[in-house]
């Protein structure tokens, strides 16, 4: 053939190195662009529309050189990676508990390779690297001008913003789109605080630009936005937390993250004095920020390191193959059981104050309160006690017990039943009690994430939201109220089995394309779940597998698109994961769910657990005690003792799931003398 083009039609990323053959003229990477992407395709390939994506991985040439190559999934442990325990024989017998270690703390995708690439210099990055996170070329060339931002060596503050306004310009033949990338690199001093070569700090997609034509964008960043998370005081300083570190800084105007190693790229360079900044407040909530996954972060005995230029890549290494290696002591084999929480009055959630609760379930005629008197009220109004006192024990433990896809409905207090549907490429329903009916299938997260469009992202989540006020118009009627979605954990290998539904392997560029497809969806009355939470980078054993990272990647990298998410997105819903977060399931981590999502971050809504599946770990007590709220199966009835603590723990579930349902489109036209709109399923 005269023209040999290839298309990549791959969610996770591929040893592309054969790309580079001289037969070869042209690659263009689709991913899985849903029901109608496809039809794009001729178009681009003809030129009547230019190519405007990026991608939202590293692409590497051997995936066994990567840092995550000997930590993840099975770990090459035949029948999987299990736990053991020596049988008295000289021997070791096989216990069911999977674990995976995140060996190599914060060096995932391109903060691995850029980092390596630099710490190794000469010919490195071309020798491991085919295509750099957040490359793409187009039919157009762009050229950038810096017209305005601070001086180089100005002296940062700790409350302070850098901001830089680029002029963009469309210098090729045809029309097209920029993506225009800014990127930091923090001092690093040999052994200290962890820290990549290049972060991902702001991006910006232009217009479409006629050939000659110009825009100018604006990249930010603010100063508190560059701190490091020392969470073992790594620097010697008496500080655990967010800081950043005095001396040197340098910010890439560029196209990719590999921009910093060409000397065409604008560049600044700015001064931190030499004390630094510390944090310790959360800027949301002035919360105290403190570690609050230390046995998480200290069962690897040694995590990957920048310093002697990764000199301990070796000990990623670790031979699974040799039983020794997976011994484990008594307290993960306990832990791999669940174990009926006691009420103990160590425990932050004790109380001994029993609840005002109705003793019987009452009718609607029978209560004074309901629950569309509530709509747009502050979290923390009074008017809710008064709503919950109303409720009976019994018919809160059941709407509880019973998430399946759905909200159960409480007819005392005018609460409808919701249909809570699947998944991040749009509605979907495999399971539950209602149908869902002519719903678009939307290109999968990492295309969208590709696009880097956060316009486009929030489009998207507002077409979400348009289908969820159409509802359920074959059925009975109802609106599609919550979403299953939007997925954002990382594409820590390119072995994930959802790298199709999440974004990136970058936590901001997560962040910022999944905060925007919630507040579109939420703009309509659909309440997000984004999932899952946290650390469900592989599908292998997933079902309460441990999982041990240390505090700073947790923070840096896969807590980083949820905080956002809270923060800028807005969410009133969360979904927790199977795996557990070291020794403790997710779905009932008190650390996790309350003094990390709700304290420090300030989120106000409800928490669902992944699907039920009657594993021993799945507390569901232990969840209402932790700061879940709703459990997706329908099995029922919600297991509790009748003590203070439980009561205390149901009613407030009860309420953040109610918080939740009365800012959504299920309370579209609900109010006064409003009989039932819908047909009961």
């Not at 316009?455 to 059925?475: D, F, K, Q, R, T």
């Not at 979904?575 to 999502?597: D, K, V």
């Amino acid at each position: 053939f005269d023209k040999v083009i290839v298309i990549i039609n791959s969610s996770s990323a591929m040893e592309l190195g054969f790309l580079e053959s001289d037969t070869i003229d042209a690659a263009l990477w689709i991913g899985h662009p849903g029901t109608s992407g496809a039809r794009a395709l001729g178009k681009i390939l003809c030129g009547e529309i230019t190519p405007s994506g990026r991608l939202a991985d590293t692409y590497p040439r051997d995936f066994k050189q990567d840092p995550t190559w000997y930590n993840f999934g099975n770990n090459l442990v035949e029948g999987g990676n299990q736990f053991v325990t020596p049988d008295g024989n000289g021997g070791y017998k096989d216990r069911k508990g999977w674990f995976v270690e995140y060996r190599e703390g914060i060096y995932t995708g391109y903060r691995y390779y850029e980092t390596r690439a630099y710490e190794a210099g000469g010919a490195w990055w071309d020798e491991n690297v085919v295509y750099p996170f957040g490359y793409g070329l187009s039919y157009t060339t762009f050229s950038y001008n810096v017209t305005e931002g601070q001086d180089s060596y100005y002296n940062l503050t700790a409350d302070g913003k850098l901001s830089f306004t680029v002029e963009v310009t469309n210098t090729g033949s045809y029309s097209g789109k920029e993506v225009v990338q800014l990127y930091y690199s923090a001092p690093y001093t040999d052994g200290g605080i962890e820290k990549a070569h290049v972060v991902l700090g702001d991006f910006v997609k232009t217009r479409e630009l006629a050939p000659g034509e110009s825009q100018v964008v604006t990249l930010e960043i603010d100063v508190r936005d560059l701190a490091s998370y020392d969470y073992n005081d790594a620097n010697g300083n008496n500080f655990m937390g967010y800081e950043v570190e005095g001396g040197e800084y340098t910010f890439y105007i560029a196209k990719n993250a590999h921009a910093w190693a060409s000397s065409e790229t604008p560049k600044f360079a700015y001064n931190v004095p030499f004390e630094g900044f510390t944090y310790g407040q959360d800027e949301a909530t002035n919360h105290e920020i403190e570690n609050l996954f230390d046995d998480v972060s200290g069962h690897i005995d040694e995590y990957l390191s920048r310093a002697g230029g990764f000199a301990n890549f070796d000990s990623l290494k670790v031979d699974y193959t040799d039983k020794a290696n997976r011994v484990a002591s008594d307290e993960i084999i306990s832990a791999l059981s669940s174990h009926k929480p006691d009420d103990d009055p160590s425990d932050p959630w004790y109380t001994t104050v029993m609840p005002t609760q109705s003793s019987t379930s009452l009718s609607s005629k029978d209560t004074a309160v309901k629950l569309w008197m509530l709509i747009g009220k502050d979290y923390n109004d009074p008017l809710w006690d008064a709503l919950l006192d109303q409720l009976s024990v019994e018919e809160m433990a059941d709407m509880i017990a019973r998430g399946n896809f759905k909200t159960a409905k409480i007819e005392s207090i005018d609460k409808p039943l919701t249909i809570d549907a699947d998944g991040p490429m749009g509605f979907s329903l495999f399971m539950g009690d209602s149908a869902v009916y002519d719903t678009c299938y939307y290109a999968t997260e990492c295309v969208l994430a590709a696009t880097w469009n956060v316009e486009l992202a929030e489009a998207m989540g507002i077409m979400v939201g348009n289908e969820g006020l159409i509802g359920n118009e074959n059925g009975d009627g109802r609106p599609y109220s919550g979403w299953y979605a939007p997925a954002m954990n990382l594409h820590r290998s390119q072995f994930g089995g959802r790298n199709f539904e999440y974004y990136s392997e970058d936590g901001f560029l997560s962040g910022a394309m999944a905060s925007a497809v919630v507040k579109g969806a939420q703009s309509k009355g659909v309440y997000t779940y984004i999932k899952h939470f946290v650390l469900n980078e592989q599908e292998t054993n997933r079902n309460g597998i441990i999982t041990w990272a240390n505090e700073q990647s947790l923070r840096e990298l896969y807590f980083k698109p949820f905080e956002m998410s809270v923060k800028e997105g807005g969410t009133t819903a969360m979904m927790s994961s199977f795996n557990r977060i070291g020794l403790t399931w997710t779905g009932c981590s008190y650390p996790l769910l309350t003094e990390l999502l709700r304290d420090e971050w300030g989120f106000n809504g409800m928490v669902i657990t992944d699907f039920i599946t009657n594993e021993v770990y799945m507390n569901e007590d232990k969840m209402i005690r932790a700061g879940g709220d709703l459990s997706l199966c329908n099995y029922g009835p919600l297991e509790f003792t009748t003590s203070a603590t439980d009561v205390a723990a149901i009613r407030q579930a009860t309420k953040n799931i109610l918080y939740t349902v009365a800012n959504s489109n299920a309370m579209n036209g609900m109010g006064e003398g409003v009989v039932w709109a819908y047909k009961d399923p």
